[in-house]
């Protein structure tokens, strides 16, 4: 049997009946990587010897007494402070930085004993959607490797397609995490704002962060979601959840109205990735659910406001990467202002570059009230809007990505079309919802995901909705590279 290709709920199985050791599924999944990574490039960092180490301690306990989740392998994010291991969030500036504490999450997925198996790449601060912009390397998508990933969350996704962890955390500010998801043919889910800590999170746009999870099923996202979320004195903005999510074990969508969220299947919708969704549509439809078209008018601007108040918040949270308290500092400067000038030029991408310098201008006390206050108005139109339909509606669907996974280097040249990626799940961060993928077909041989929105702090109807239609739908989460000898 090969385990790399078995959800985290088999995988505690088999350890809970004594099939496999913790040690042996670790191996499993480092030889996995060893044989595979090459070409998908996940990993930025694998941390073989403190994983074996940690399974060791696991076995080394009588079955009886271990915690549930404990010896089940996890890949993180780099973006997340694990102590002891370098955390660069995809950025030079951040090279050689090894925070000296755990984020939350990590801390409670440690305390439940679970492996870690190393950190995975991302785009440079969680800025992008295809993972492109980590100043490392370039993660490839499992189902075709000339593809991207997705991103920013793209080495999250990519690893669990390519069964190189059973499930990993991801982060999403504006779709990073059901993006790659979608792209790469697993379940993304997104929480509510406030149902995870942050802290320990290398901050982005603090306002619209989020720690979530990338699984191959939905189940396993439900059982992540309950060992992550919780309220943290160490993070004033988390809140838990108001019950944990449990089993999601519902078949039927009986009783449940779905609005179909019109702005977002119009043109900027590839025909292949509306097909797909239109037979998402009729199974929730033959599952007894009930689906309408709602108009939510104001996310068409969500891209827009989005693009002012995330590198507004950017622009604020990375003056903290300064040459003097973390990671890179630049070789030689005459004083105090050349070593923050230079250690920032030679550490920072052009993307990020490009982010402070539209937040610094967003917020100048020329531009405030025509950028930065006007995003904020069209936020809270965004967030009224979904208040209404959610007045009518159980869940709101739409595609997740208006597109199939693109080839690499298809957008890096024009950031306006990269920004359109995130159409469809940036309008989900502004108005702090939860939101989840779930793989729904394919289009050319290419995953298509299908995204479900629910209210706030709704998650444990929507992962049940979401196993309904997963159980459904059936689709395929194992791309062909699954099988070790198609690796390149
Ligand atoms: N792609 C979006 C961006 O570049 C969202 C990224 C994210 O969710 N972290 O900002």
Not at 147 to 168: I, K, L, Y
Request: hydrophobic share 40%.
């Amino acid at each position: 049997m090969d385990v790399t290709t078995l959800t985290a709920h088999r995988c505690r199985e088999l350890l809970a009946a004594g099939e496999v050791s913790a040690v042996e599924l670790t191996r499993a999944y480092l030889d996995r990587i060893a044989a595979t990574d090459g070409a998908v490039q996940a990993y930025l960092a694998v941390d073989a010897a403190g994983a074996v180490a940690a399974a060791a301690a696991v076995d080394a306990k009588p079955r009886g007494e271990r915690l549930p989740w404990e010896g089940v392998p996890i890949g993180l994010k780099d973006v997340l402070c694990v102590k002891g291991m370098e955390t660069t969030c995809g950025s030079r500036i951040l090279k050689g930085y090894i925070p000296p504490y755990d984020a939350t999450v990590i801390a409670k997925l440690r305390d439940a004993g679970l492996i870690f198996l190393g950190k995975l790449n991302m785009d440079e601060f969680a800025m992008g959607s295809s993972t492109e912009n980590s100043a490392f390397q370039t993660t490839r998508n499992p189902w075709d490797l000339d593809r991207v990933p997705g991103g920013s969350s793209g080495g999250s996704a990519a690893c669990v397609a390519a069964s190189e962890a059973p499930w990993a955390l991801g982060t999403d500010t504006g779709g990073s995490i059901r993006q790659p998801a979608s792209l790469c043919g697993v379940v993304g889910l997104k929480p509510t704002y406030g149902a995870v800590s942050r802290y320990g999170l290398v901050a982005f746009a603090s306002s619209l962060d989020q720690i979530g999870s990338l699984t191959r099923d939905v189940r396993d996202a439900a059982a992540l979601l309950d060992l992550i979320a919780g309220r943290d004195p160490r993070d004033s903005t988390s809140i838990g959840l108001p019950e944990p999510v449990g089993e999601p074990g519902r078949t039927s969508l009986e009783g449940l109205r779905f609005g179909v969220i019109g702005e977002l299947i119009g043109d900027a919708c590839e025909p292949g990735v509306r097909e797909v969704f239109d037979s998402a549509v009729d199974a929730i439809g033959t599952l007894g659910g009930v689906c309408e078209e709602v108009s939510l008018p104001s996310v068409e601007r969500g891209i827009a406001a989005y693009y002012l108040i995330a590198p507004s918040e950017a622009s604020s949270n990375l003056a903290r990467f300064d040459g003097v308290r973390y990671g890179h500092r630049t070789a030689e400067s005459e004083d105090l202002y050349e070593m923050y000038v230079r250690t920032r030029s030679e550490g920072f991408g052009a993307e990020v570059k490009r982010r402070i310098m539209i937040g610094t201008y967003a917020l100048s006390a020329g531009y405030y009230d025509a950028y930065y206050a006007q995003a904020q108005r069209t936020r809270t139109l965004i967030i009224q809007d979904f208040a209404r339909a959610f007045a009518a509606f159980d869940f709101l669907i739409s595609p997740t990505s208006p597109s199939v996974a693109f080839k690499i280097g298809e957008r890096t040249a024009d950031p306006l079309s990269m920004y359109l990626s995130d159409l469809c799940t940036i309008p989900v961060n502004l108005a702090a919802l939860p939101g989840i993928s779930i793989p729904a077909g394919f289009s050319a041989g290419l995953p298509v995901g299908l995204q479900i929105i629910g209210p706030h702090f709704s998650e444990r109807g929507m992962l049940g909705a979401a196993h309904a239609l997963e159980h459904h739908l059936r689709v395929n989460v194992m791309p062909p590279l699954a099988a070790p000898e198609a690796a390149r």
